[in-house]
């Protein structure tokens, strides 16, 4: 099959990297030759084609960024825009591929904001599948450059034109990832804007068996304007065609309104990562926003181990192809979901047999109480079942963005016998929020707080992830200002659990029942806590 030629290549290179055929100089013929040929095979396409379809992409992101109604109508009860999708086809003279025997579904979105970030590092941020996957970790699984038409000229890449595979996710076992193979086009419109334009190969069904092809990006893409001081304006387009698919009913209103994919999500997650970067380059930290730890090299280095933790964490949590997902029932009975992997040389990770166990909920309560709640260290023993029941103390707090929930900190749980301490990482922004953590050494951690390298400190993080529920009109149950009309109209959560353990120290051992049921019922009980300290229990 074709496209398994095209998972073969882009696991024949390193995510990030490119295949040997990486320039359009009249230098390089002969590789040139090679990756055209590997094009004609795959897609039946040559380079004055490929050339032909980025520029008419262009040309349609360009107008799909800039253009208000008829095109795009506001949304009177969400006050999102929404795509007149009679009117785009009229406009772009597009074919409605929907008469095909496959039903898609059509998701289109768009999002404007500002970023903390300088234009040429954001260029090169979307133009390197590692920065790419980097700047996105709960959203891209797996990334990679599978070959490199025209390399663009200058640092900031103008003209650059490359195929990529990306396979996109939810931080859940319970929503499929999306495999979308596509080609990224880098263009200079003017001395301040940039434009980067993704687009799936056209009538790629025509040589590839279409129900292999579940989803594939129509015109989508970013359009990036330098507004100096560091900052850049960011309207981002996402336009997807996906084959209809059975959503389980949790999620299914989040994943069939678009927003699990859409732009609101990317640009929330990229305003995020921007701010992240800005704090850990900063030098003129203000004491109160970094308490415990008296360095830069400390915070940088705290910052940086608390980022490979969460990194690590959206990889164990995902339905993507690195994990291989087995369902059993809890105790509590909701689903769970359990994974194991080999660890046989990483010092990221304990050395042996990690088993993940995974469960995701609703629970009728707002977002922003769910995540204030799990953040906070002083409620952390009414859910925490590996709490030793006494105080919990903060040592180090390092801020990482302007809300006060992003944010590391290292807490010490405390009882008579013993001290544990903890990292926790937690990340909030206008979409979902994460609360990730991880028992760690003490000693380890103290080197870390005062500077030293974290690479080679193994970690293993469980935690939640939180995304509303998709139905923005439902009426709250709970929330943190019930005098506020706006936060009234929000809904609940979905709340995705995660524990990891090590279930053996011995790569070649097998994952017992004893395993099975730790996670079984850590996760039951930490659900029960959860919904009992929160009121919900029916919920």
């Given at each position: 099959?074709?496209l398994?030629k095209l998972?073969?290549?882009?696991?024949?290179?390193?995510?990030?990297t490119?295949?040997p055929s990486?320039?359009?100089?009249?230098?390089?013929?002969?590789?040139?030759r090679?990756?055209?040929?590997y094009?004609?095979?795959?897609?039946?396409?040559?380079?004055?084609?490929?050339?032909e379809?980025?520029?008419?992409?262009l040309?349609?992101?360009?107008?799909m960024?800039?253009?208000?109604?008829?095109?795009?109508?506001?949304?009177?009860?969400?006050?999102?825009?929404?795509?007149?999708?009679?009117e785009y086809?009229?406009?772009?003279?597009?074919e409605?591929?929907?008469?095909?025997?496959?039903?898609?579904s059509?998701?289109?979105?768009?999002?404007?904001?500002?970023?903390?970030?300088?234009?040429?590092?954001?260029?090169?941020a979307f133009?390197?599948?590692n920065?790419?996957?980097?700047?996105?970790?709960c959203m891209?699984?797996?990334?990679?450059?599978?070959?490199?038409?025209?390399?663009?000229?200058?640092?900031?890449?103008?003209g650059?034109?490359?195929?990529m595979?990306?396979?996109?996710q939810m931080?859940?076992p319970?929503?499929?990832?999306?495999?979308v193979?596509f080609i990224?086009?880098?263009?200079?419109?003017?001395?301040?804007?940039?434009?980067?334009?993704?687009?799936s190969?056209?009538k790629?069904?025509?040589?590839?068996d279409?129900s292999?092809?579940?989803?594939?990006?129509?015109?989508?893409?970013?359009?990036?304007?330098?507004?100096?001081?560091?900052?850049?304006k960011?309207?981002?387009v996402e336009?997807?065609?996906?084959?209809?698919?059975?959503?389980?009913?949790?999620?299914?209103?989040?994943?069939?309104?678009?927003?699990?994919f859409?732009?609101?999500?990317?640009?929330?997650?990229?305003?995020?990562?921007?701010?992240?970067?800005?704090?850990f380059?900063?030098?003129?930290?203000?004491?109160?926003?970094?308490?415990?730890?008296?360095?830069?090299?400390?915070?940088?280095?705290?910052?940086?181990?608390?980022?490979?933790?969460?990194?690590?964490?959206?990889?164990?949590?995902?339905?993507?192809?690195?994990?291989?997902?087995?369902?059993?029932?809890?105790?509590?009975?909701?689903d769970?979901r359990?994974?194991?992997?080999?660890?046989l040389n990483?010092?990221a990770?304990?050395?042996?047999?990690?088993?993940?166990?995974?469960?995701?909920?609703?629970?009728?309560?707002s977002?922003?109480?769910?995540?204030?709640?799990?953040?906070?260290?002083?409620?952390?023993?009414?859910?925490?079942?590996?709490?030793?029941?006494?105080?919990?103390?903060?040592?180090?707090?390092?801020?990482?963005?302007k809300?006060?929930?992003?944010?590391?900190?290292v807490?010490a749980?405390k009882?008579?016998?013993?001290?544990?301490w903890?990292?926790?990482?937690?990340?909030t922004?206008?979409y979902e929020?994460?609360?990730?953590?991880?028992p760690?050494?003490?000693?380890?951690?103290?080197?870390?707080?005062?500077?030293c390298?974290?690479?080679n400190?193994?970690?293993?993080?469980?935690?939640?992830?939180?995304?509303?529920?998709g139905?923005?009109?439902?009426?709250?149950?709970l929330?943190s200002?019930p005098?506020?009309?706006?936060?009234?109209?929000?809904?609940?959560?979905l709340?995705?659990?995660?524990?990891?353990?090590?279930?053996?120290?011995?790569?070649?051992?097998?994952?017992t029942?004893?395993?099975?049921?730790?996670v079984?019922t850590?996760?039951?009980c930490?659900?029960?806590?959860i919904?009992r300290?929160?009121?919900?229990?029916d919920?």
């Open positions: 099959m074709q398994e998972r073969a290549t882009v696991g024949k290179y390193p995510a990030g490119a295949s990486s320039s359009c100089s009249a230098g390089n013929d002969q590789q040139n090679s990756s055209l040929d094009y004609s095979c795959v897609f039946g396409l040559d380079k004055s084609r490929i050339m379809m980025v520029n008419r992409a040309e349609e992101v360009n107008r960024a800039t253009a208000g109604e008829p095109l795009w109508v506001r949304s009177v009860e969400t006050g999102r825009e929404i795509l007149n999708y009679d086809i009229r406009e772009f003279s597009v409605n591929s929907n008469s095909g025997r496959i039903k898609r059509i998701e289109a979105s768009r999002e404007t904001g500002v970023v903390f970030v300088d234009l040429p590092r954001l260029v090169q133009m390197d599948a920065q790419w996957k980097e700047m996105f970790p891209i699984s797996k990334a990679a450059t599978v070959d490199v038409i025209c390399n663009g000229e200058g640092v900031n890449r103008n650059a034109v490359q195929l595979f990306a396979e996109l931080l859940t319970m929503v499929p990832t999306r495999e193979c990224r086009y880098c263009k200079q419109l003017s001395p301040e804007r940039f434009a980067i334009v993704d687009v190969i056209d790629v069904e025509d040589n590839i279409a292999l092809v579940k989803c594939r990006k129509r015109p989508s893409g970013c359009i990036i304007e330098d507004k100096s001081n560091g900052h850049c960011v309207t981002l336009h997807l065609e996906c084959q209809k698919s059975t959503v389980h009913t949790m999620f299914r209103s989040i994943v069939n309104s678009g927003s699990a859409g732009a609101r999500h990317w640009m929330a997650t990229l305003q995020l990562q921007c701010e992240r970067i800005v704090f380059m900063a030098t003129n930290v203000p004491t109160k926003d970094s308490s415990g730890v008296t360095t830069q090299a400390g915070r940088k280095s705290m910052l940086k181990l608390a980022q490979r933790m969460t990194g690590s964490f959206c990889r164990a949590v995902g339905a993507s192809s690195f994990n291989t997902w087995a369902k059993i029932s809890a105790k509590g009975g909701d769970i359990v994974a194991s992997r080999k660890n990483d010092p990770e304990p050395l042996g047999v990690i088993l993940c166990a995974v469960s995701s909920v609703f629970l009728p309560v977002p922003h109480v769910l995540f204030d709640f799990l953040r906070d260290e002083a409620q952390r023993t009414e859910w925490d079942i590996m709490s030793t029941g006494g105080p919990v103390q903060s040592i180090a707090n390092i801020a990482k963005g809300d006060r929930g992003n944010a590391v900190t807490q749980m009882s008579k016998e013993s001290s544990v903890v990292l926790q990482d937690s990340c922004n206008a929020s994460m609360v990730v953590y991880a760690v050494d003490i000693h380890g951690m103290q080197t870390v707080m005062s500077g390298d974290s690479s400190i193994a970690i293993l993080p469980s935690g939640f992830s939180i995304l509303p529920d139905l923005e009109t439902r009426s709250l149950v929330t200002k005098d506020d009309e706006e936060k009234t109209m929000e809904g609940g959560s709340l995705t659990v995660a524990f990891q353990i090590l279930a053996k120290s011995s790569p070649t051992a097998k994952v029942m004893e395993s099975l049921e730790t079984n850590l996760i039951s930490t659900l029960q806590n919904k300290s929160l009121q919900c229990e919920g």
